[in-house]
Every structure is written in structure tokens, then in C-alpha cells.
């Protein structure tokens, strides 16, 4: 039975280009450019703009224009299917996980055009600077850390790899990791620490630090899902000294974010239809508390952003009674759906403790969002005013980006 959702996921662009499934997605962080990956074996990379919209009145209403326009087609050269692409915090440096068991980093070559790749008389041009090997075969996904210095990439050999990424494209192996007993999916640092997490076919979490003294150790392993854990997010981390922006440029409700608090979740996907919260209750100990369904079939992928916190009624600045905003979580997965909720840490009460979950709500559900097929990534936008934007990618070799919208 439908049920009156507060938002709508709308589709503003259909991103076309690749000749095999797309696999995944990433948003530069600083420039307007999205890029996705392929079996192909390419990297498309699109720049995108934005422009008010005029009402038959001549203001400008609350929408906009987005325009989606590819700007290149990176031949990576990898020799097989480029599962994962991750952009550096820099924005400038571009990494590619390949079933080559290889990664590729790849950075734009300079010209005349413009500094955010906008304008140019002719395609880009992106250059390989380094190649990394080391992983037996597949390499699955790859992630920066919140600094740019370091790099993680997990393989189906089991294997976890920590790279430092040093000038003029040279990075260091400093650390090989092998807990997981089963293909390892997926790789994600933390937003403020270098705390990495990893996701694999045995279905449990890594989670990873670096002993000062020695070398990097997994300190925690989550488990609790019945089947792959096929991705992860952390909760973002909001500026404390600041309001939550709204998207459009708007200022939302204001809110006391605390790093502690908003940083302090972890969300996994996985083959069992779920999407679990983990909580850490202790510096080094994280709890389920926390189990989301709504799929009817394998969670491919999650993305936890900031987004736009629904209005509580209140007015805005005031403290909300529903206690610390965490932000919008997304999933998708083989039943084609799209699923989005809005999250809270409650205020501390007389019956709250370490392990009480986060209140949640269902805020927009799509369904077919890549008509028959699979949608393998679902992935927000981390840019300043576009936190109601998402990206998706699916077996019908498309890159969609959609907006999410107040419902009519």
C-alpha cells in the first residue's frame, strides 16, 4: 500500500556514455564534476552547472536548472572492469579500482581551459601518474582518507591495502591487512579520524587503526548481518561552528552539531536486505543498534549525506525537539528501489543510554529507479548547497542524478 512520503526523488539527468554495466559513481568534493566507472573499463566524467529559474513573474522561484554535460572518457587502460572510482579530498586526483587487480590514479592534464574543467575548446585530457600493484586479483573499491594521505583498496584476495600518498604521484604500501576470511567489497574512512572500515563475503565489518608503535590493526569486528556486506557509510560530520546548510543555498533549521555525536554511526548494506546502524559506544567498541529493511531483495549500496533536515515547525534556529540532525541515509540494491531516510540523535533523557538507537524516518522511497535493472551505487553529493542532490548507477550502463524534493 503507497504511503504519503514528505519528499519525491526526481529525476533530473541521465548520464549515457558507457557500453556495459556502470558501477559506480563519485562527486569531485570541490569541483562541479561527477565521474563513474564501468565494465568497460572507462571513466566518464561529467561537469555539471546550475542556474535559477525564473516563475511566469519574473522571480526566481526555489528551483533551478541543472545541466549535465560529459566532458571526457578516460580509456583507462586497465584490462578489466573498473569496479570503484574515488576522488581525493584535493579534488584534483582521480583513483580507479580495476578486476585487473590493479589501481589507477589519474589526474587532468593542465591546458588553457578552465580551472574547474568547465570550459576548454575540446575534451579533457586525464593522465595516469601512478599504478598501483600488490592485490592478487580483483581489487573491489579503493577510498582517500579525510587528509588526501592516505589510500585504502580491498581485493577478492582477502586483503586490505593502506597506502601513503606522498608528491608527484608516489605512494608508500604501509600496511597489508588480512582479517577478513572471504572477498573484501568495500573500503570507507572515517570523516574526521583515520579510522578505516572494511565490508566483505564473510559478512562482518573491519574496522582498523594505526598502532603508533607498530602498524595498523583491526581493533573491532561488527557482526550481526546473514550474508555479504556488500557497502558502508560513515555519518557525516558537520562543523560544529556552524548551522546546517540547506541545499539550494538556503539556510536550514539551525542545529548544535557535535563531531562526537554526528560522526559516531556507521551504516552497512548487504545481501540480507538490510541496512544496519552501528553505534560506537566506547572509543573503541561499536554496536548494532539499528536494523533499516525496505528491500526486497540485496542492498548494493549506501550513502549517508548531510542533506536538508525536514522542518520541525519550529522556528528556525531555535534548538529542535528532536534532538542532534545526523543527516539523510541512502540505499539501493537489486530490487531497483531507491530508499531514503532522515536520521536524529535524541536528545539524552532520563531512559537514553550509549546504546540507544537514533530516531529515524522514511522520508522518500523510488521504485525502478533504473527500470528493470540492478542499481549498484547510490552516492550524495558532499558539495556545499547540493546536499539534496544523488547520484545512482545501474546494470542499464547508465549514471542518473536525481534531486529530492519537498512532495507537492
Not at 579530498?89 to 583513483?95: H, N
Not at 548487504?270 to 531483495?297: F, N, P
Request: hydrophobic letters at 35%.
Amino acid at each position: 500500500m503507497d504511503i504519503d512520503l514528505p519528499y519525491t526523488i526526481e529525476n533530473i539527468a541521465e548520464l549515457p556514455g558507457h557500453e556495459d554495466r556502470a558501477w559506480h559513481v563519485a562527486w569531485n568534493p570541490s569541483k562541479p564534476l561527477l565521474a563513474s566507472c564501468s565494465a568497460d573499463k572507462t571513466v566518464r566524467i561529467y561537469s555539471y552547472s546550475i542556474t535559477p529559474k525564473e516563475s511566469t513573474e519574473g522571480d526566481v522561484s526555489r528551483s533551478s536548472i541543472y545541466a549535465f554535460k560529459p566532458l571526457t572518457s578516460i580509456p583507462t587502460g586497465h584490462a578489466k572492469t573498473v569496479r570503484s572510482v574515488a576522488w581525493a579530498p584535493s579534488g584534483e586526483t582521480l583513483a580507479t579500482a580495476s578486476f585487473d587487480s590493479n589501481i589507477g590514479v589519474w589526474e587532468r592534464e593542465k591546458g588553457d581551459g578552465d580551472e574547474d574543467g568547465e570550459k576548454g575548446d575540446g575534451p579533457e585530457e586525464w593522465e595516469c601518474i601512478s599504478t598501483l600493484e600488490g592485490h592478487e586479483t580483483e581489487c573491489k573499491s579503493v577510498a582517500y582518507s579525510s587528509t588526501g594521505t592516505l589510500l585504502a583498496s580491498c581485493s577478492r584476495d582477502k586483503t586490505v591495502w593502506i597506502w601513503e600518498v606522498h608528491p608527484d604521484g608516489d605512494f608508500e604500501t604501509i600496511s597489508v591487512l588480512m582479517e577478513h576470511t572471504q572477498d573484501v567489497k568495500y573500503v570507507a574512512w572515517h570523516p574526521t579520524e583515520e579510522i578505516l572500515a572494511s565490508a566483505s563475503y564473510d559478512d562482518t565489518i573491519k574496522l582498523y587503526i594505526e598502532d603508533p608503535s607498530d602498524d595498523w590493526f583491526c581493533f573491532a569486528t561488527l557482526s550481526g548481518h546473514t550474508s555479504t556486506v556488500w557497502s558502508l557509510a560513515w555519518s557525516p560530520a558537520f562543523d560544529s561552528s556552524s548551522p546546517c546548510s540547506g541545499a539550494g543555498h538556503e539556510p536550514a533549521v539551525a542545529h548544535s552539531h557535535s563531531h562526537s555525536v554526528t560522526a559516531s554511526y556507521l551504516a552497512s548494506a548487504s545481501d540480507d536486505t538490510t541496512v544496519r546502524i552501528w553505534k560506537r559506544i566506547a572509543e573503541h567498541k561499536w554496536e548494532c543498534v539499528l536494523v533499516l529493511g525496505g528491500h526486497g531483495r540485496s542492498v548494493y549500496s549506501v550513502s549517508w549525506g548531510r542533506g536538508v533536515p525536514t522542518q520541525s515547525g519550529g522556528p528556525a534556529g531555535e534548538p529542535d525537539a528532536r534532538g542532534t540532525y545526523l543527516g539523510w541515509l541512502a540505499s539501493s540494491g537489486g530490487d531497483g528501489k531507491v530508499i531514503i531516510w532522515e536520521l536524529w540523535e535524541p536528545k539524552l533523557g532520563e531512559r537514553a543510554s550509549k546504546v540507544t538507537p537514533p530516531t529515524y524516518k522514511l522520508i522518500a522511497s523510488l521504485d525502478s529507479a533504473h527500470g528493470v535493472h540492478d542499481v549498484n551505487a547510490v552516492v550524495w553529493c558532499p558539495r556545499s548547497g547540493f546536499e539534496d542532490l544523488l547520484a545512482t548507477t545501474g546494470d542499464d550502463g547508465l549514471t542518473k542524478v536525481w534531486k529530492v524534493t519537498p512532495a507537492p
